[in-house]
């Protein structure tokens, strides 16, 4: 096995970071990594926003409710972004652009090249010894995160994630097994998948009653089915349409 599968299979969630603060050099080096990434057609529609002011995040800890959002390294936040795209062009060509720019498609688009950068950077990161957090929690008010950013029409928050040196090393957690995850040549019942999501259950359970910190009784299968009982973030769909992104 070599070093980049270990660094891979050796990801957990760092919530605690020292006072440490990123250099600049690291910060280019990540940035660097998280372009390296594959982008559809090359459009590389994403930006990414590091965060350094005091208020800001401040601010976006509250939004967040995470005290990691405040305090790390480096924040960044990892924005969809056709923006670019449409100034490129004169305000006819931006007509005859509107349709696709605002297309479904070219919202996967945004999502994709800006998760796959996203993983680029945090791989880097972790083999340089640091430790990320990926912070969705960003969403929790996302039109008041994209006031505090300033963002234009047609870029949309995703997600943050927080980057530093470690201040703990948390256990690593299990992921599904592969019997679940993989399936070939086509998508097998759920049936085909119950005995090996059972087995997940049991093996997170007692991950969670013998961890070093906040132990509980929980399955994946109930922490899932209490998940999608609440309806959260549901201002996300109509931020992302008033963005001008994913309306048809």
Known sequence: MNHTIETILNHRSIRKFT????????IHTLIQAAQQASSSSNVMAYTI???TDPFLKEELRKVSGQP???????????CGDLHRISQLATREEQVQMQETLESTEQ?????????????NLAI?????????CFLGSLRNDIYHVSELLRLPKYVIPLFGMAVGTPAHRPELKPRLPFEAVYHENKYQSFESQQTAISAYDIE?????????SNTRTDTW????????????????????????????
């Open 68 to 78: 990691y959002v405040e305090n790390n390294g480096h924040l960044f936040v990892f």
């Open 221 to 248: 299968t109930e922490q899932m089915i209490r998940k999608y009982q609440n309806t959260v973030r549901m201002d996300v769909s109509s931020y992302v349409k008033d963005q001008k992104l994913n309306k048809r």
């Open 49 to 51: 926003i590091g965060v």
């Open 124 to 132: 880097a990161a972790e083999s340089m010894g640091l430790g990320i």
């Open 19 to 26: 006072d440490d603060k990123l250099t600049e050099e690291q």
């Open 204 to 212: 997170l359970q007692n991950y969670y009653q013998h961890r070093t």
């Open 107 to 119: 919202f996967i688009v945004t999502t994709i090249d800006a998760a796959l950068s996203a993983q």
